[in-house]
Each structure stands twice: as structure tokens, then as C-alpha cells.
């Protein structure tokens, strides 16, 4: 049994397993089947290791520069929420199924930050993408995929293998003519965004002579799409469990929208806001949990050879750590199969932390959005909720 062919998944028996293990022993990155297809056919290197550290750490320090879990973020995300509520406006009631509008809306925010400036929501390249993305995901998320992810060696059976690495090319290609604009137009002096700074690192090193960087084109694209993949479908699928949650309880839905109502009006809401909703803020932490996005994680791999759970695993296995244990643990929630805000309040109803709330997963490879999705999480479930009320529509058996 070589150590690449099997794909170990991982649940864990208790939190401090999860945070200790993760955090070390799963800490290097591990491709899928597919995606390491996918690479290896555009002559792409998947940057794991030394590499992926690198350009974790270069995409934190400058989209945090960029304003990411910051004022000025909080005002973009503000801005896309308007677009989402003007949108939702015109359907003055009627029945809307929400998925393209907080897929346009969510992403945009990642995109502003990554290319520098929002797109027009009717500028074809960004729809092109976005919809490539969520097609994506779609089929990152079907059953064949899902068993292939498992059991590598039935790639060659998977019949959606062909659209995903099509998906693939798209993205690329749209992705190398934003790079080209973008080289075109580059003030090293004032970048605009995330590739702004990749290019004028890139520029900086090739002038001093630096040999091995890995400031790369390769790298670029791999980080780009990594962080237009996870900041677009994640936060726009939690947004959707909120909704439909809101729907489904509403006596939740009508405490949400009282607690709003006394703490803020009908003013614009602000991060600073969150302290004073402990409700909300339970809430939303209760949708992450119970709507468990990211079951499975994402595939690592292990950094040396471990006995796990009495299990002899060797250093390089693709593990898949199970979120879901952690996240559905009946010793750790009073009520893990319920949809249960008190999860995360006290007894005095102020929001109270959980160390199993592993919704963003642990460790060196946790999310590094985690900072940008709560502030999108916030913003856009609080100022839907202030400004509607959200029903099932009357088919809908729920
Ligand atoms: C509700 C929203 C989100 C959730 C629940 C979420 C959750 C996760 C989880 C569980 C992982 C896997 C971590 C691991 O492998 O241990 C991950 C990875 C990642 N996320 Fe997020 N995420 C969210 C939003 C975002 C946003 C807004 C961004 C954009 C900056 C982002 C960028 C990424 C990237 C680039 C990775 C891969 C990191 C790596 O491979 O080391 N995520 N996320």
C-alpha cells in the first residue's frame, strides 16, 4: 500500500486531539486526485511545504494591508450587502431563490481585495468566473468526485473528470488576461491589491538577482484561485443556511430581528455592533456550526510517520480530517443534531465561546479568511434580517 494511493479520513475523539493534531502532524497541504490532475495538465506545481507557507504568510500580510478584517473592508462588504438587498428589493415579495446574487455579491468582496477594485456586476468576465467557480463546486461536491477524492485511483472512471479540468482552463485563461492587465498597468508605488504586491515582489527579487523564488506565475494563479474558491462559495453557502434556518425557526428569526432592532435601529450596522448582539452573534456562530460547510475539511497531508488512535499512518498520507466529528460531537454540545443557539450563550444570555467550534478547522492550515468571513457573516446576516423577513415559499415543505 504506497503511501500516496490511500486517503486516511480522520475523525477526531476530542477537541485537544483535533487542535493538537491538526495544528502539526496534518499540517502540509495534499492535492485531490482531480486537482492534482488538474495541475500536473497546465503545467501547474501544487505549492505545498516551505512554498504554501510563503505565500500563506505574503497573502495574509497584504490583504490584511489591503484592509481585510479592517474599517475599510467593512465598507466594501457594506457596499456589496446594499447591491444584495437593491436585488432583493425588486422581487417586492415574491419568491427568490438566492444562490447567483450572494455568489455575485460575496465574491465580489475577495475580488476587490485579490484584483485591486470590485467589478461591475455585469462586466462578463466576472459573472464568467464566478459562475465557472460555483459550477465547480458543484461538481467538486458530487458523489463520483467525493468517492474519487477517497479512492484516487478511480479517476480515470469519473465522467465529470473532463468538465472539471474545462472548468479549470476557463479560470485560467480569464485569470491570465486580469494578470496581463494588471502587468500592464502596474504603479509599484501604489498597488491596488493582492497581485499588485505578488508582481511587484516578483519584479523586486528578479531585479536583485534572486534565484529559486517562489514568486512565480504558477504560485500566483494556484494562491489567486485558492483565494477566490474559498472566498466565494463558503461564506455565500453559510449565508444561505442562515436564511433558510431564519425561515424554517422563526421564532429565532423574530429574536434575531428584535435584538437588531433594539441595539441599532435602522442604522447601518458596524462590526463594534457584534459585542452588544450576543444573540445574533450566537446565532451565526450556531448556523456555522450546524450547517457544517466543510464536513470533511480539506485533504492535508502528514508531516512525519504518527500512530493515531492506535493507527500506524506514514509521513506523506493524504488525511482528510473530519470537521464534522469535532463539530457534531454529542461530549462536547448539549445538543449537536439540533439547531441550538443557546450552544454558544451563558446563563446570563451573553455569547460565550466554544473550543469546539471548528468551523474554520485549527491549526497552521486553518482558514486564513477566517477574519474576512466573520465580518461578511456579520454585516450581511444583520442588515438582511433589519431590512426583511424571510419565509420557505409556500411549496416548500420545511
Ligand atoms: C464561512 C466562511 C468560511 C469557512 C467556513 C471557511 C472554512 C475553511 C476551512 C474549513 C478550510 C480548511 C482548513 C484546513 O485545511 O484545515 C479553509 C481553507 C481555506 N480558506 Fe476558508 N472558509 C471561509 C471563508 C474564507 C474566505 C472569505 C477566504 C478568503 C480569503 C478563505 C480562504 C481560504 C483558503 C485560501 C484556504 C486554504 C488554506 C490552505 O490550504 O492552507 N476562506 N477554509
Same mark, same amino acid.
Given at each position: 500500500?504506497?503511501? %500516496?494511493?490511500?486517503?486516511?479520513?480522520?475523525?477526531? %475523539?476530542? !477537541? %485537544?486531539?483535533?487542535?493538537?493534531?491538526?495544528?502539526?502532524?496534518?499540517?502540509?497541504?495534499?492535492?485531490?486526485?482531480?486537482?492534482?490532475?488538474?495541475?500536473?495538465?497546465?503545467?501547474?506545481?501544487?505549492?505545498?511545504?516551505?512554498?504554501?507557507?510563503?505565500?500563506?504568510?505574503?497573502?495574509?500580510?497584504?490583504? @490584511?494591508?489591503?484592509? &481585510?478584517?479592517?474599517?475599510?473592508?467593512?465598507?466594501?462588504?457594506?457596499?456589496?450587502?446594499?447591491?444584495?438587498?437593491?436585488?432583493?428589493?425588486?422581487?417586492?415579495?415574491?419568491?427568490?431563490?438566492?444562490?447567483?446574487?450572494?455568489? *455575485?455579491?460575496?465574491?465580489?468582496?475577495?475580488?476587490?481585495?485579490? *484584483?485591486?477594485?470590485?467589478?461591475?456586476?455585469? =462586466?462578463?468576465?466576472? +459573472?464568467?468566473?464566478? =459562475?465557472?467557480?460555483?459550477?465547480?463546486?458543484?461538481?467538486?461536491?458530487?458523489?463520483?468526485?467525493?468517492?474519487?477524492?477517497?479512492?484516487?485511483?478511480?479517476?480515470?472512471?469519473?465522467?465529470?473528470?473532463?468538465?472539471?479540468?474545462?472548468?479549470?482552463?476557463?479560470?485560467?485563461?480569464?485569470?491570465?488576461?486580469?494578470?496581463?492587465?494588471?502587468?500592464?498597468?502596474?504603479?509599484?508605488?501604489?498597488?491596488?491589491?493582492?497581485?499588485?504586491?505578488?508582481? !511587484?515582489?516578483?519584479?523586486?527579487?528578479?531585479?536583485?538577482?534572486?534565484?529559486?523564488?517562489?514568486?512565480?506565475?504558477?504560485?500566483?494563479?494556484?494562491?489567486?484561485?485558492?483565494?477566490?474558491?474559498?472566498?466565494?462559495?463558503?461564506?455565500?453557502? +453559510?449565508?444561505?443556511?442562515?436564511?433558510?434556518?431564519?425561515? %424554517?425557526?422563526?421564532?429565532?428569526?423574530?429574536?434575531?430581528?428584535?435584538?437588531?432592532?433594539?441595539?441599532?435601529?435602522?442604522?447601518?450596522?458596524?462590526?463594534?455592533?457584534?459585542?452588544?448582539?450576543?444573540?445574533?452573534?450566537?446565532?451565526?456562530?450556531?448556523? #456555522?456550526?450546524?450547517?457544517?460547510?466543510?464536513? &470533511?475539511?480539506?485533504?492535508?497531508?502528514?508531516? #512525519?510517520?504518527? !500512530?493515531? #488512535?492506535?493507527?500506524?499512518?506514514?509521513?506523506?498520507?493524504?488525511?482528510?480530517?473530519?470537521?464534522?466529528?469535532?463539530?457534531? =460531537? =454529542?461530549?462536547?454540545?448539549?445538543?449537536?443534531? +439540533?439547531?441550538?443557539?443557546?450552544?454558544?450563550?451563558?446563563?446570563?444570555?451573553?455569547?460565550?465561546?466554544?473550543?469546539?467550534?471548528?468551523?474554520?478547522?485549527?491549526? @497552521?492550515? +486553518?482558514?486564513?479568511?477566517?477574519?474576512?468571513?466573520? &465580518?461578511?457573516?456579520?454585516?450581511?446576516?444583520?442588515?438582511?434580517?433589519?431590512?426583511?423577513?424571510?419565509?420557505?415559499?409556500?411549496?416548500?415543505?420545511?
Amino acid at each position: 500500500m504506497g503511501p %500516496k494511493k490511500w486517503v486516511v479520513l480522520v475523525g477526531y %475523539k476530542t !477537541v %485537544k486531539e483535533a487542535l493538537v493534531t491538526n495544528a502539526d502532524v496534518f499540517g502540509d497541504r495534499q492535492p485531490t486526485a482531480l486537482m492534482d490532475e488538474v495541475h500536473k495538465g497546465h503545467g501547474l506545481s501544487w505549492s505545498n511545504g516551505e512554498t504554501w507557507k510563503e505565500m500563506r504568510r505574503f497573502a495574509l500580510t497584504n490583504l @490584511r494591508d489591503f484592509g &481585510m478584517g479592517k474599517k475599510a473592508c467593512e465598507e466594501k462588504i457594506s457596499e456589496e450587502c446594499k447591491h444584495l438587498m437593491d436585488i432583493l428589493r425588486q422581487y417586492n415579495g415574491k419568491a427568490v431563490d438566492l444562490t447567483e446574487p450572494l455568489y *455575485y455579491t460575496v465574491s465580489n468582496i475577495i475580488c476587490s481585495l485579490v *484584483y485591486g477594485s470590485p467589478f461591475k456586476y455585469d =462586466d462578463p468576465q466576472f +459573472t464568467k468566473m464566478v =459562475d465557472k467557480m460555483k459550477a465547480r463546486v458543484h461538481l467538486a461536491g458530487s458523489p463520483s468526485v467525493a468517492v474519487c477524492n477517497m479512492f484516487p485511483w478511480t479517476k480515470g472512471w469519473i465522467k465529470d473528470r473532463e468538465k472539471l479540468l474545462n472548468i479549470f482552463d476557463d479560470l485560467k485563461r480569464e485569470n491570465l488576461l486580469l494578470f496581463r492587465r494588471l502587468r500592464e498597468t502596474l504603479n509599484p508605488h501604489m498597488c491596488r491589491g493582492f497581485i499588485d504586491a505578488f508582481l !511587484v515582489r516578483q519584479m523586486y527579487l528578479e531585479e536583485s538577482g534572486g534565484t529559486d523564488s517562489p514568486y512565480t506565475e504558477d504560485n500566483l494563479m494556484s494562491t489567486v484561485l485558492a483565494l477566490f474558491a474559498g472566498g466565494t462559495d463558503t461564506t455565500a453557502t +453559510t449565508l444561505r443556511w442562515g436564511l433558510l434556518l431564519m425561515a %424554517k425557526y422563526s421564532h429565532i428569526q423574530d429574536q434575531v430581528r428584535e435584538e437588531i432592532s433594539s441595539v441599532i435601529g435602522s442604522r447601518q450596522v458596524q462590526t463594534e455592533d457584534r459585542k452588544n448582539l450576543p444573540f445574533v452573534d450566537a446565532v451565526i456562530h450556531e448556523i #456555522q456550526r450546524f450547517g457544517n460547510i466543510a464536513p &470533511m475539511g480539506i485533504n492535508h497531508r502528514t508531516t #512525519q510517520d504518527i !500512530v493515531f #488512535q492506535g493507527h500506524f499512518i506514514k509521513k506523506g498520507t493524504t488525511v482528510c480530517p473530519l470537521l464534522t466529528s469535532v463539530l457534531y =460531537d =454529542d461530549a462536547e454540545w448539549e445538543n449537536p443534531n +439540533t439547531f441550538y443557539p443557546a450552544h454558544f450563550l451563558d446563563d446570563q444570555g451573553k455569547f460565550r465561546k466554544r473550543d469546539a467550534f471548528l468551523a474554520f478547522s485549527a491549526g @497552521r492550515r +486553518t482558514c486564513p479568511g477566517e477574519s474576512l468571513a466573520r &465580518m461578511e457573516l456579520f454585516i450581511f446576516f444583520v442588515s438582511l434580517l433589519q431590512h426583511f423577513r424571510f419565509t420557505a415559499p409556500p411549496w416548500c415543505p420545511c
